[in-house]
């Protein structure tokens, strides 16, 4: 049996460490902020080579409140993707701002320049098409792949837009040798326990650069507090709790050699299946790419996922429906540019077993499987 994720294999290699720091915390007395948290939020900052980090209770949260953070709000318009978690989507509406959806890359999967530049000038000439105005750019690193940065970046400049990383699936990535959560305004991480940096329960934190937004986002996780019990903004009850702040920093000096693993795993399946009809993936050379997920394409998707199923290899699709398409979403927001891309993707993704401490056998085990599928071979070979 492979699974698909084990969070809590990565509990057990550094369970030592993990322990001492559960156990460091409850002697404390500190249950909520406090010097783990602050200890966490230095470390994590200086990983992500940033000024400034913000802990907070979870990534969706970390989403709303980086964009708060840079005065994203009501009547405002974020572009973003629709494949992607629904957390993304969820953490603009909170803002009170509307995201606006824009198509996917067919290399990376992550957001489209020649897509979000079309969808700029189509909300521009017509302004009843999607209400608002457009403030922000949240791009998605998916999979743990950083997207087009230089393509994006230069789009949201020349029309007065913020730039806003969600790299939830993207701690330790790179672009052009700069780690993703240090290039926009701000960027927002999640710390779900199967994500490349994992608590042990609900996590997120808020990097940038820019000290103020620090501060906006500082008081906004705690009721608009900057003194406390006077709210001088409306907040939210969102903070990173001193347990996970301490199993965090914990693992963090791990997580280098984590990834590593990861993407040792990722070049022998790329070299395992280059000879399948599957669509690996394709890694642009400026980009480290973190393999939070695997993911091949493959037309006849689910007859292949259900081989491996029967030869105990576990996979999930992610994401089987995008936001657009998804009943609480699909009749309410508007689209203003095709997502066809996105919805093909959709049809096609499966994410293979991936997470550090797979071990050679369960590796080779999934090449099997998936290579032993009969649709894959060429008839007469
Ligand atoms: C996991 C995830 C989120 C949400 O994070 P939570 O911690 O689960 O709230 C948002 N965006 C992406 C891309 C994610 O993978």
Not at 129 to 141: D, E, F, I
Not at 195 to 203: E, P, S, V
Not at 255 to 271: H, M
Not at 307 to 322: D, F, S, V, W
């Amino acid at each position: 049996m492979v699974p698909q994720t084990s969070p809590k294999s990565n509990y057990l290699a550094h369970q030592h460490d993990i322990d001492a720091a559960i156990r460091r915390v409850l002697e404390s007395g500190f249950y909520i902020l406090g010097e783990e948290l602050a200890r966490f939020e230095q470390d994590f900052a200086r990983y992500v080579t940033v000024k400034e980090c913000v802990g907070v209770a979870n990534g969706t949260d970390a989403i709303e409140l980086a964009l708060r953070g840079c005065g994203v709000g009501i009547g405002d318009l974020v572009f973003t993707v629709s494949h992607t978690a629904v957390g993304t989507a969820v953490g603009v509406e909170r803002t009170g701002a509307t995201p606006v959806f824009v198509d996917v890359d067919p290399q990376r999967y992550t957001m489209s320049p020649e897509s979000l530049e079309q969808a700029i000038t189509a909300v521009k000439r017509n302004p009843s098409a999607a209400p608002g105005k457009p403030r922000a750019v949240l791009v998605v690193h998916l999979y743990g792949c950083p997207a087009d940065l230089d393509a994006i970046g230069a789009i949201a400049r020349r029309h007065d837009l913020l730039l806003i990383e969600d790299c939830a699936q993207a701690h330790g990535a790179l672009h052009n040798g700069r780690r993703t959560g240090s290039i926009g305004a701000a960027a927002a991480f999640s710390f779900y326990p199967t994500k490349n940096l994992g608590a042990i329960g609900d996590g997120g934190a808020v990097t940038t650069n820019d000290p103020g937004v620090a501060q906006r986002v500082r008081m906004l996780r705690e009721y608009g507090w900057r003194e406390r019990y006077i709210s001088d903004i409306t907040g939210v009850n969102s903070r990173l709790d001193p347990l996970q702040a301490g199993i965090l920093g914990a693992k963090l000096p791990h997580l280098d050699a984590d990834i590593g693993r990861r993407q040792q795993v990722a070049r022998q399946y790329d070299q395992a299946l280059a000879a399948s009809d599957l669509t690996l993936p394709r890694v642009p050379k400026s980009v480290s790419h973190v393999y939070h997920q695997y993911v091949v394409r493959c037309s006849e998707r689910d007859g292949f996922r259900e081989h491996l199923k029967q030869q105990g290899i576990g996979t999930l699709i992610h994401y089987p429906a995008p936001v657009h398409e998804q009943p609480a979403y699909r009749d309410r927001l508007m689209q203003v540019v095709p997502l066809g891309r996105t919805e093909q993707i959709a049809r096609e993704v499966l994410s293979l077993p991936m997470y550090p401490e797979l071990t050679d056998e369960q590796v080779t085990a999934t090449m099997q499987a998936v290579l032993t599928w009969p649709a894959l071979q060429p008839a007469g070979r």
